[in-house]
């Protein structure tokens, strides 16, 4: 019986302990993921040579000196604009449904986690109160 009780009593803290790593990442990627909400524009850049769209001045110059552009083309400002607003509208909806979706998942994790914890915190409790009055 006592052999039992040890590995029940094991299993219950690492529950806990894993619920509790979990949370804690959990919570880290949640904030992050309200950070970005609030600034979709300057969320983690894409890596690699995607122009900045911090504004149409900088999104301009990143066009204008790309090495990918065909030296016989160079678009007016009116084509320059219409580019920048379309990569930075897709650039916010592409971070709104990211941060929405890690949302969503991080809570429901965090939910989880809880609930774990409380239900084998309350059982190793009960489990040690067991085991003091059979002693």
Known sequence: M???SKV????GYAVCLVAV???IISIAALVN???DLGDPLHAEREYGNAPSLASFENYKMDILKS???EAS???DDETLRAMYEAARDEKILSVKHRTIRTTYANSILIVICVVLFITHWR???RLGRIESESQ
């Not at 029940?8 to 299993?11: E, P, S």
């Open 2 to 4: 006592e052999k039992k």
């Open 8 to 11: 029940a009593t094991v299993y």
């Open 21 to 23: 790593i979990t949370f």
């Open 33 to 35: 993921a309200l950070i």
């Open 67 to 69: 090495p990918d552009k």
């Open 73 to 75: 083309f160079i678009p």
């Open 123 to 125: 059982w190793m409790r």
